[in-house]
């Protein structure tokens, strides 16, 4: 059952499932805390404490976003990973809960970057699932202000049904064709959230420098049919201070978690064992 809480005055939506181990569950966009629903059911018992970020799911965006910092859409409002780090910080509050593991996948994964640098201290460990450190490139520029662009012309639904569909594994179709429908039926991002969300993707800072300083254990899982994240960009995470446990999902896209929740699972549980108290 979903609960709520507020974040510099806008209403959040949170879940929890289980007990023991807490662990926060970050979604990518344009999905929702659901894309964690059937990999957890995979899993031993934990805590799994599963926010919808601002403008997705059961979340409201909020109507005070800053504008201006995505220079080459300077109209465009900015939800940016400080913020979503922050709403993720008041849950910590509003929870009582001092420190957690964290796993994220896509934005969630930049969003764990942010916090560790504002609070590395309520981190005990990253999993970070097909995401890498590194900041946009030119291309990926590029194609954040055409999304920015055909959404003002023609609304998401072009944008969900081409761009995000892509993100799924030719495996996943292959073995399970009505994962298409079940995940486009989770898109319900508003015109303007997805506009925020995609200024603050392209305004996110690089994390490539920050690696070196994460004490904390981290996990990292590629998915093999990615068609936007590579393994080399995500084995840089292999210098961080603190370990970091690699994996290769050959048959996983982008949307690892809700493609293969059993092997996911099966990478994630055991390392989880890790941190029980």
């Known amino acids: 059952m979903s609960k709520t809480y507020v974040s510099n005055g806008v209403n959040l939506s949170y879940s929890e499932l289980g007990s023991g181990l807490p662990v926060i569950f970050l979604h990518p966009t344009p999905l929702d805390h659901f894309y ?3 990999m957890i059911a995979e899993m031993g018992e934990v805590r799994a404490i599963v926010p919808d970020f601002r403008g ?28 979503l780090a922050a ?31 504002r609070a590395p201290l309520r981190m005990r460990g990253l999993a970070i699932i097909c995401s890498k450190p590194q900041p946009d490139a030119e291309v990926n520029l590029v194609k954040r202000m055409e999304t920015i662009a055909k ?17 799924i594994g030719a495996s996943a179709r292959k073995q399970r064709p009505e994962i298409v ?3 486009r039926a989770r898109m319900t991002l508003t015109p303007d959230a997805v506009i925020a969300t995609q200024a603050g993707l392209a305004t996110r800072p690089d994390s490539v420098p920050d690696i070196a300083e ?32 690699f994996h290769l999902l050959a048959d996983a896209g982008h949307f690892a978690a809700y493609e293969q929740p ?3 699972a099966a990478v994630l549980a055991p390392w989880l064992r890790h941190f029980e108290f």
């Open 181 to 183: 429908q079940e995940m």
């Open 151 to 167: 959404v003002r012309r023609e609304g998401t639904a072009g944008v969900f049904d081409g761009n995000a569909l892509t993100l």
């Open 36 to 38: 964690w629903l059937p």
């Open 214 to 245: 994460i004490d904390a254990p981290i996990l990292a899982v590629c998915g093999g049919e990615d068609p936007g994240i590579t393994e080399t960009e995500m084995r840089a995470f292999e210098a961080a201070e603190g370990g970091c446990e």
């Open 56 to 83: 997705h799911g059961a979340s409201e965006l909020g109507m005070n976003l800053p504008v201006g910092g995505f220079t080459r859409v300077p109209n465009a409002p900015v939800l940016s990973m400080g913020q």
């Open 87 to 117: 709403d993720v910080l008041a849950l910590m509050d509003h929870l009582a809960l001092p420190e957690a593991v964290f796993a994220g996948c896509s934005i969630g994964g930049y969003v764990m970057m942010e916090l560790w640098r």
């Open 262 to 264: 059993a092997k996911l």
